[in-house]
């Protein structure tokens, strides 16, 4: 198991649409052991592989207050969506920065587990916020893009000073 590299915003390889996963196999399930430890170590509640710099569709979340309780997505699709609700959202990508984010309140999704084999899950709150957060990191989008172009910008300079004072 490794600690992977997490790529910060505005890193233009975080806009790659990420391609379904075609088989769940052994170097995929190691990509998911190493993205827990990662997510763990950050600390934080979800990853997609977009921002390990894995271009597939596969994200994991554990919202657990134990953090034993992993969640695995593979080719995620939300196939019901209701109510809104707003939320504080943060990204492994995005460190330090907190901003409010509007979403749908229950999303409907279905996907593949880790061995590859379907489920369907309702989920609301919070675990309902990381699933349409860490869907859009498989789309190429990271949550700064909810915000205004004035707000964004300012982000990105941080991120970018931040970057140059490493
Ligand atoms: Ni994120």
């Given at each position: ?12 390889r ?38 390990v710099n ?113």
């Amino acid at each position: 198991m490794a600690i992977l590299d997490i790529l910060n915003y505005p890193d233009p390889r975080l806009h790659t649409v990420a391609k379904p996963v075609k088989e769940v196999d052994a170097n995929i399930r190691r990509l998911i052991e190493d993205m827990a430890v990662t997510m763990y170590d950050a600390p934080g509640v979800g990853l997609a592989a977009t921002q390990v710099n894995q271009h597939i569709q596969l994200l994991i979340i554990d919202t657990s207050e134990t953090k034993d309780q992993l969640q695995v997505f593979i080719n995620p699709r939300i196939i019901e969506k209701s109510g809104v609700q707003e939320y504080e959202e943060g990204c492994l990508s995005v460190p330090g920065v907190y901003e409010s984010v509007t979403r749908a309140e229950i999303v409907k999704v279905e996907a593949l587990d880790k061995s590859g084999k379907k489920f369907t899950l309702i989920a609301e709150g919070l675990l309902s916020v990381c699933i349409q957060h860490e869907m859009d990191h498989l789309l190429g989008k990271v949550f700064v893009e909810y915000l205004s172009p004035l707000k964004r910008n300012r982000i990105k300079n941080r991120m970018l000073k931040l970057k140059r004072d490493r």
